[in-house]
């Protein structure tokens, strides 16, 4: 299995950037999609990015397009996710997920594509 661990969480003013990584290890695999998912306090898990390990395929949350970029490093085992003129309802708690099918296999923020998650890092954006 793969293991994920985000970080770069935390606070940051609107406006402002940040910038998550996850981190995988264990199994790893080719061609598998990786994605960034959050969930808001009484909200449920949505996704905002994903992107494909083997290919130059990405997707974005119509909330987030724009603002956000998906990225990786597959040298480093390592996606990113860097977070522009992040506004307070990108107040979430941001998770990795990681799917050994390819991002086109099904609906790309399917949470039944995605077999291993991380334990989440907090982004707070205040009013």
């Known amino acids: 299995q793969v293991q994920l661990q985000e970080s770069g969480g935390g606070p940051v003013q609107p406006g402002g950037s940040l910038r998550l990584s996850c981190a995988a290890s264990g199994n790893l695999y080719m061609g598998y999609c990786m994605g960034w998912f959050r969930q808001a306090p009484g909200k449920q898990r949505e996704g905002v990015a994903a992107?494909?390990?083997?290919?130059?395929?990405?997707y974005y949350s119509d909330s987030v397009k724009g603002r956000f970029t998906i990225s990786r490093d597959n040298a480093k085992n390592t996606v990113y996710l860097q977070m522009n003129s992040l506004k307070s309802e990108d107040t979430a708690m941001y998770y990795c997920?990681?799917?050994?099918?390819?991002?086109?296999?099904?609906?790309?923020?399917?949470?039944?594509?995605?077999?291993?998650w991380g334990q989440g890092t907090q982004v707070t954006v205040p009013h």
């Open positions: 992107i494909f390990t083997n290919g130059e395929a990405t």
């Open positions: 997920a990681a799917s050994r099918d390819y991002c086109s296999t099904e609906p790309v923020f399917s949470e039944s594509k995605y077999n291993a």
